[in-house]
């Protein structure tokens, strides 16, 4: 009843503070001065230097319908920029290029404190991520299932997980985009999307570089050149390189981990071959060949090492025979050895109706991440994954042009193929339970085929009915499948298990309405229905009987969100607020099961019910000129509804005493889901002015994060809350070519975990990054 209060009281504070605005439009009428709209152009990063134009809300209108799967509502305001996409009823967050090189965001985890109830988490302590955005996603430690949030690079999805970490440099912005999402394009979701939005050629020549030191090492170099070829050819060349800033010490040597080592190249040509016809040409290459992050024991069952007391300390130590088994040399620490290459065409045709667009994408992937995923010098649990992939995407879209006011529509198709060849092996030779070195391989093709369609119905002027529809068919098959394992002189018996064809075919429908009431110029509440779903996998990890690699079934989420957007004092304020509960279904989660004869393997579950809802809120204020306050809320809670889980430790004493392997289940039926309640963004910054040619910027943005839990049922996994702080100073000249900055990242130096997972008998964990203290220049010309 609580939550309800509050949107109430939200709503009506909201209408209040319109109504004052509405009474100071119509002073400025009847005074003679212009007003300024919500609806009116975004405004000047200073407002004080230039006038808002004015705008109503029949003329102004957003971008191209059907270009993005939604507006959004800018997370650096630019004081604050993006008025058009005030105007429409959903909660996405924009986070600029601005406050992506503050934060020196250099792959997709430097996001996880720059939205609300966004988790990006590394897949134990390699080179693949893993997603969570409002408390939905997936921990996928093979990387081989279509995550619960999709990452888009330029509109192209990248649905694995180690192509959505790899390297991200020359960025335009990030939108966040809260879920079920595909409506408009690309795959259908349960969780929401990461748009990753690169630099785009220019008409006339730029040029510029950055260079960004700090300490531990650490050093982010980034390049680019932009122009014309001809009036009708334009290109764009990008590159970075990041070296050093490992912090992690070796606590048996003192040696350093976790240094960087990596550069990209990107390019871009613009084409427009008539006044009719936009076509853009990407060619990308990344090389990644840092040290591995690494893990500190928190649980050691196995050789029973103690808890590192320092979640900065770290241990590796392989045994020979591993590293010759994997072709490594003797000295070799954690590392990767990834190669990231792909190709692109986005052609746009406008016809008289509407805009004709075809994208067409091909990535190729080469991973190779050795990692000691105990954290300790023994061979516990050793790791060695090796996976080739190439994805092919070919999507078509028919949108409505900007001049349908009135009726906008979407409709398209999108395919995606994707091949995959995966060879894993664990050194779990000293661990007391598997004296020996296991290989598992596999192959899986995948192709999904999906058809949506979206449109905007302008009832009246200012009551507008959104509607929307896509279905997918994702069909995989996973094939090849083999397990293997090497003998040692513990472990002599022989074990080469090879498994047939598997196969998983989903094929659904997903929809979505909603409602967008302009009630005052400055004031917008709207309401929405989404249904979506994501498909089903498998899991393809020391698998050891067939009955592992039955399929997971897919998830459905059933969203409803409530909310309004405002604007007041003539864009001094900005109040956007939003409401969301969501009736999880099947949901996908690392679990585990009951062999017959044998014991208890991991394998992926579905749990059949939960329950999630939650408040954001975004602040934004330019109380004078030059001062920019931010603060964003994001509050959320879930429980499980309906899961039942297999009791170890019951199984375990059954067996002792009676020699036989039973099930036994405990029910988490209402148990909290471990997601982080609270998460809280802020920022300040005051632009202040040295004469007439200099600015001096001094900032401040901090970040909380509640306390995390994703596996329940034991409190070693929970990752406690934390608190970040970054300051800042920066000086530039009036025309911001140049500027010189230096900053402090993390100053009070916090300690905290970004993820927690298990091993084998045992728990480790990955930190966070400590203070960072540098500087940073920069020039565009």
Known sequence: MLRYKNTLLLCTSALVFSTVGAVQTAQAKTSGVRPTSGLGKAAPRHPASSAVPVATHRKKRGPAYGQSEELTVSRARNAFGQGAM?????????????????????????????????????QGNSSSVNFTLRGVGLNDFTSNNTPSVMTYVDGVALPIGYMAGAALFDLAGVDVSTGPSGFTHGQTVTAGEINLKTADPTKTLHYGASEDIATYNRSITNLYLSGPITSRLHYRIAGFTQQGGGF???????????NANKGG????????????????????????NSDAMGAYNIQDLSRRTPAYANNRDTGWGFCPEFLKTIGYSRNAKPSYDNTFWGAGINATRHLSFADLTATSAFQQMYVHNLMDMDGTRYAIYDVNVNTNANLFSQELKLASRPSQK????VAGMYYDRTTMHTSLFNDYTQSGTRPYIQRTSYNQDQQAFSQYGHLRFEATQRLHLIGGVTHESDDRTLFNMQTLRYNTPLYPTPFDNKYGKHGALTNQFSGMGGIDYQVLDNLML??????????????????????QLAPTKPESLLAYEVGFKSDYFHHKLRLNTDAFWYDYHGQQMVGLALVPNYGVVGQYLNIPKSRIWGVEMEIDANPIPGLLLHQHVGYE?????????????????????????????KSFNGVDMGIPKLTLQGSASYKAKLGKDWTLTPYLEYSYRGAQQNIPGNTLYKMPAYFLMDVGLAFAPKSNKWSISAYANNIIDRRYDITRETGLNGIFGVPGTPRMVGGRMRIDL
């Open 637 to 665: 809670r879930g429980n499980y509804q309906d899961f039942n889980t297999l009791d170890t430790a019951a199984i375990t004493a059954h067996y002792i005493q009676t020699g036989v392997l039973s099930a036994f289940y």
């Open 86 to 122: 005030q105007h429409r009823g959903v909660s996405v967050t924009h986070i600029d290029a601005t406050t992506l090189a503050r934060h020196q965001v250099t792959d997709v985890k430097g996001l996880m404190n720059l939205a609300p109830d966004l988790t990006v988490q590394p």
């Open 248 to 258: 992690q010490k070796n606590i048996d040597t003192g040696k350093t981990l976790g």
């Open 265 to 288: 190249l990107r390019a871009k040509v613009a084409w427009q071959p008539d006044d009719k016809t936009d076509v853009l040409f990407t060619g990308n290459w990344i090389k990644d």
């Open 406 to 409: 009135w009726f906008q529509w």
């Open 526 to 547: 709207y309401g929405s229905i989404r249904k979506g779903f994501k498909p089903g996998g498998f899991t393809a990890n020391n698998t050891v009987v067939a009955s």
